[in-house]
C-alpha cells in the first residue's frame, strides 16, 4: 500500500505546455495553445486569489471524466517504458472504441500491440506505474468513472484509497496527508508556501479558436530544491466562462525515501456543452528504497464523442 500511496502523489492532474523536462522520447506531439500576451488582470476586474479560488474550487476534471458514461468514443493509447539509459524497452499501443450504449459499458480492441519488457510472468504489469494509469484513464480496465469489472487485486485496502486518488488528481493545490515529508508541499496555495512562487497571467487561444487565460504558479530561481514538490502548475481558463479546460503540472523531489520526477498534462474540451477529456500525457521517473525504479511515457487520446 505504501508504494501506491506514493504513486498516487506522482498521478496528481495537471495545462497546456509543450517542453517536458525528462530528455527522451516525447510522445505529447499535439499543439494546442497559442499565447498573445501577457494580461493586465486588474483590467479584467480579476485578481490572483480569483484564480486561486477557481482552481480549488474546481470539479470539472471530475465532472468530465464521469460524462464519459454518457458518450460513446474512441481512445488511442501509446504507452512507453524506460531502462535506466532513457532507452525505451517497453511499449504499448491500443486503439479502443468505447460504448456506453443503454448504460452498459463495453469496449472494442480495433488495435493492440506491445513489446519489449512490459509484462510479468503472471500477466501483470511490470511497473506499478502503467498499472495505476491503465485503472484511472479507462485503458485496459474500467475504471472508476464507469460500472464494470473492477480492477484486478480492487477491493479492501486498495478500496479505501479511491478518495484519496481523487483528491490528489482533481483537485491540485491541497494537502495530501500521509506521504513522508511530502504532505505540506502540495499545499502550494498556502501562506506558508506562497513566498515560493511567482504567479503568471497570460491570454491565448485553445484549439486555435478559444479566447483562454493562462494561470502559471512556478518557482522561484532562488528557491531551494528541497523547500518545494510542484515546481510548476498552470492551468487554462475559458476566458468566456471561467471554466478550467486543461493543467500542466511540474513535481520534482528527492529525500531518502523517494525520488521523482514527474510531468503531467490533461486536457478537456466541450462537446453538445459538456467538457470531456481529450488529451492526458504523462513524463515521470519515480523510485522509492527497495523497489525497481519506474520511468514512463504515455500518450492518451480521447475523440469521436457520439452521445449514447
Known amino acids: 500500500m505504501k508504494k501506491l500511496l506514493l504513486l498516487f502523489i506522482f498521478c496528481i492532474i495537471s495545462t497546456v505546455t509543450f517542453a517536458q523536462q525528462i530528455k527522451r522520447f516525447n510522445p505529447d506531439t499535439i499543439k494546442t ?4 500576451s501577457l494580461v493586465d488582470i486588474k483590467s479584467h476586474r480579476l485578481n490572483a486569489q480569483d484564480f486561486i479560488d477557481a482552481v480549488l474550487a474546481d470539479t470539472s ?3 468530465a471524466f464521469q460524462n464519459m458514461k454518457r458518450y460513446g468514443f474512441t481512445a488511442e493509447n501509446r504507452i512507453f517504458t524506460y531502462d535506466k539509459k532513457n532507452k525505451v524497452d517497453g511499449k504499448i499501443y491500443r486503439k479502443i472504441i468505447h460504448s456506453n450504449a443503454a448504460g452498459k459499458h463495453r469496449m472494442e480492441y480495433v488495435a493492440k500491440t506491445d513489446s ?8 501483470k504489469y511490470q ?6 494509469f491503465d485503472y484511472i484513464f479507462m485503458n485496459a480496465y474500467n475504471s472508476d468513472f464507469t460500472k464494470g469489472d473492477a480492477l484486478p487485486g480492487a477491493g479492501g485496502k486498495n478500496e479505501s484509497y479511491k478518495d484519496k486518488l481523487k483528491t490528489l488528481i482533481f483537485t491540485p493545490g491541497r494537502r495530501v496527508k500521509g506521504i513522508p515529508f511530502i504532505s505540506s508541499k502540495t499545499e502550494i496555495f498556502a501562506g506558508d508556501m506562497r513566498g515560493y512562487y511567482y504567479y503568471e497571467f497570460a491570454r491565448g487561444k485553445y484549439l486555435d479558436t478559444i479566447p483562454v487565460y493562462r494561470f502559471r504558479v512556478r518557482c522561484k530561481p532562488s528557491t531551494s530544491d528541497g523547500d518545494t514538490m ?3 502548475m498552470t492551468t487554462i481558463f475559458d476566458e468566456r466562462t471561467f471554466q478550467i479546460l486543461g493543467r500542466y503540472i511540474d513535481m520534482k523531489f528527492s529525500n531518502m525515501f523517494v525520488d521523482f520526477n514527474v510531468q503531467m498534462n490533461i486536457e478537456l474540451n466541450s462537446f453538445e ?6 488529451k492526458i500525457t504523462y513524463q515521470g521517473n519515480w ?5 525497481k525504479e519506474e520511468r514512463a511515457s504515455f500518450l492518451i487520446v480521447h475523440k469521436d464523442y457520439k452521445k449514447e
Do not use: A, C, Q, R
Not at 511497473?127 to 495505476?132: D, H, I
Open 33 to 36: 495553445i497559442v499565447i498573445d
Open 61 to 63: 476534471f471530475y465532472k
Open 116 to 123: 519489449g519488457n512490459m509484462f510479468k510472468k503472471n500477466g
Open 127 to 132: 511497473l506499478y506505474t502503467v498499472e495505476m
Open 230 to 232: 510542484i515546481k510548476e
Open 273 to 278: 456543452g459538456e467538457l470531456l477529456p481529450t
Open 287 to 291: 523510485n522509492i528504497p527497495f523497489h
